[in-house]
């Protein structure tokens, strides 16, 4: 069979080696070169959950000035999407791949400029930060579009600075970054695409006032 071919099976294990050769020697010049001291002062906290909750509670509120209490159910499925992609991300796919994370390799740990105070004991592969903040990046940004087109974007730059940070402290090489985001946004425009299937955002409470007045 095309599958357990002996050449078909050393072109990929040697593909793998090229891809994580590279990987590491990205992971390196994040870590290792391309530093300065503000990075190393404000990336640790910047990539702290604990960090975005005024966010949070700023992104809520809004939603519900705009919508009322109508909004709820983009609430829970907002909700639902960063429930998905952290027990993907998480659940699943950090104990099935079980790539060390770069501060555990027992080769590359002592080149690596640790920012955090430990190196978590989970896998690295892939970053459930990355994979998280692009799920609800990804759905924000297709389920307001409609509403707010001008700021939808900052989501994806927001989700990116923070996925960077992961390679930046040392905690992630950055294939799982781009992994992460990738099927971050493959869920968040999944969940995205149901919601406005099948719900949609109530009509703004501004423009519901405005038709009442006319």
Known sequence: MFLLDGNNTSFWMQLLTTLKQWDTWLFLKINNEWTNSFLDHNY???REAST?????FFLLLFAFINFGFKVWPWVVFFALTLLISDQISSGILKDWIARPRPCNDDVLMSHVHLLLNRCPSSGSFTSSHATNHF????????TVRAYFKKWGYLFFIW???????QVYVG???PLDI?????LGCCIGSLTAYIFNKRVRLPILLSEKNRQVKE
């Not at 975005?52 to 949070?56: G, T």
């Not at 781009?178 to 990738?182: D, F, K, Q, R």
């Open 178 to 182: 781009v992994c992460g985001a990738i």
């Open 52 to 56: 975005w909750y005024p966010l949070y």
């Open 171 to 173: 905690v992630h090489y």
């Open 135 to 142: 799920a609800a990046a990804c759905f924000i940004f297709y």
């Open 159 to 165: 989700a990116a600075t923070i996925s960077y940070g």
């Open 44 to 46: 640790p906290w910047w």
